[in-house]
Nanobody, 115 residues
Framework: QVQLVESGGGLVQPGGSLRLSCAAS????????MGWYRQAPGKQRELVAT???????VYADSVKGRFTISRNNAKNTVYLQMNSLKPEDTAVYYC?????????WGQGTQVTASS
Protein backbone atom coordinates (compact mmCIF):
# COMPACT_ATOMS: atom_id res chain seq x y z
CA GLN A 1 0.00 0.00 0.00
CA VAL A 2 1.06 3.56 -0.74
CA GLN A 3 -0.29 6.65 0.99
CA LEU A 4 -0.09 10.09 -0.62
CA VAL A 5 -0.60 13.43 1.10
CA GLU A 6 -0.74 16.63 -0.93
CA SER A 7 -0.14 20.17 0.30
CA GLY A 8 0.51 23.64 -1.07
CA GLY A 9 -2.74 24.57 -2.76
CA GLY A 10 -4.46 27.90 -2.29
CA LEU A 11 -5.71 31.10 -3.85
CA VAL A 12 -3.38 33.10 -6.08
CA GLN A 13 -3.84 35.96 -8.50
CA PRO A 14 -3.45 35.24 -12.23
CA GLY A 15 0.23 35.38 -13.11
CA GLY A 16 1.23 34.16 -9.67
CA SER A 17 2.98 30.98 -8.54
CA LEU A 18 2.33 28.04 -6.24
CA ARG A 19 4.25 24.89 -5.39
CA LEU A 20 2.42 21.68 -4.64
CA SER A 21 4.00 18.87 -2.67
CA CYS A 22 3.04 15.21 -2.43
CA ALA A 23 4.61 13.06 0.26
CA ALA A 24 4.52 9.30 -0.25
CA SER A 25 4.69 6.69 2.48
CA UNK A 26 4.21 2.95 2.77
CA UNK A 27 5.53 0.68 0.02
CA UNK A 28 7.41 3.47 -1.73
CA UNK A 29 10.03 1.08 -3.13
CA UNK A 30 7.38 -0.22 -5.53
CA UNK A 31 6.62 3.18 -7.09
CA UNK A 32 8.00 3.62 -10.61
CA UNK A 33 6.19 6.79 -11.62
CA MET A 34 4.40 9.70 -9.97
CA GLY A 35 2.33 12.49 -11.36
CA TRP A 36 -0.19 15.26 -10.96
CA TYR A 37 -3.69 15.33 -12.37
CA ARG A 38 -6.41 17.95 -12.01
CA GLN A 39 -10.16 18.13 -12.17
CA ALA A 40 -12.12 21.32 -12.70
CA PRO A 41 -15.85 21.55 -11.89
CA GLY A 42 -17.90 19.80 -14.54
CA LYS A 43 -14.84 18.40 -16.30
CA GLN A 44 -13.02 15.09 -16.38
CA ARG A 45 -9.80 14.54 -14.50
CA GLU A 46 -6.84 15.29 -16.76
CA LEU A 47 -3.12 14.73 -16.75
CA VAL A 48 -0.96 17.67 -15.76
CA ALA A 49 2.52 16.13 -15.50
CA THR A 50 4.25 12.85 -14.72
CA UNK A 51 7.78 11.87 -13.75
CA UNK A 52 9.40 8.46 -14.08
CA UNK A 53 12.77 7.40 -12.71
CA UNK A 54 13.18 10.92 -11.28
CA UNK A 55 14.04 12.39 -14.67
CA UNK A 56 11.71 11.36 -17.49
CA UNK A 57 8.89 13.89 -17.56
CA VAL A 58 5.69 14.38 -19.54
CA TYR A 59 3.56 17.53 -19.51
CA ALA A 60 0.14 18.45 -20.79
CA ASP A 61 0.42 20.95 -23.65
CA SER A 62 -1.56 23.47 -21.63
CA VAL A 63 1.10 23.68 -18.90
CA LYS A 64 4.35 23.28 -20.86
CA GLY A 65 6.78 26.06 -20.10
CA ARG A 66 4.85 27.13 -16.99
CA PHE A 67 4.80 24.06 -14.72
CA THR A 68 7.71 21.90 -13.58
CA ILE A 69 7.47 18.49 -11.95
CA SER A 70 10.32 17.17 -9.83
CA ARG A 71 10.98 14.39 -7.35
CA ASN A 72 13.13 14.21 -4.23
CA ASN A 73 13.75 10.54 -3.57
CA ALA A 74 15.39 11.19 -0.20
CA LYS A 75 12.17 12.81 1.01
CA ASN A 76 9.83 10.51 -0.95
CA THR A 77 8.18 13.66 -2.26
CA VAL A 78 7.12 14.90 -5.68
CA TYR A 79 6.62 18.59 -6.40
CA LEU A 80 4.74 20.64 -8.95
CA GLN A 81 6.05 24.17 -9.39
CA MET A 82 3.34 26.22 -11.07
CA ASN A 83 4.24 29.61 -12.53
CA SER A 84 2.25 32.12 -14.60
CA LEU A 85 -1.00 30.65 -13.31
CA LYS A 86 -4.14 31.29 -15.33
CA PRO A 87 -7.81 31.21 -14.30
CA GLU A 88 -8.19 28.05 -16.37
CA ASP A 89 -5.67 26.30 -14.11
CA THR A 90 -8.26 26.45 -11.32
CA ALA A 91 -9.03 22.88 -10.24
CA VAL A 92 -8.52 20.26 -7.56
CA TYR A 93 -5.03 18.83 -8.07
CA TYR A 94 -4.43 15.16 -7.28
CA CYS A 95 -1.16 13.37 -6.74
CA UNK A 96 -0.81 9.95 -8.33
CA UNK A 97 1.63 7.07 -7.80
CA UNK A 98 1.95 3.99 -9.96
CA UNK A 99 3.31 0.57 -9.12
CA UNK A 100 3.27 -2.49 -11.36
CA UNK A 101 -0.02 -3.61 -9.82
CA UNK A 102 -1.82 -0.50 -8.54
CA UNK A 103 -2.52 3.17 -8.98
CA UNK A 104 -2.80 5.33 -5.87
CA TRP A 105 -4.34 8.78 -5.42
CA GLY A 106 -4.04 11.52 -2.85
CA GLN A 107 -6.99 13.36 -1.40
CA GLY A 108 -6.56 16.41 -3.61
CA THR A 109 -5.70 20.05 -3.01
CA GLN A 110 -7.59 23.07 -4.35
CA VAL A 111 -5.78 25.54 -6.58
CA THR A 112 -7.62 28.73 -7.49
CA ALA A 113 -6.20 31.41 -9.78
CA SER A 114 -8.50 34.41 -9.54
CA SER A 115 -8.39 38.14 -9.00
Amino acid sequence: QVQLVESGGGLVQPGGSLRLSCAASGSIFSIYAMGWYRQAPGKQRELVATIRNSKDTVYADSVKGRFTISRNNAKNTVYLQMNSLKPEDTAVYYCNARTTTNIYWGQGTQVTASS
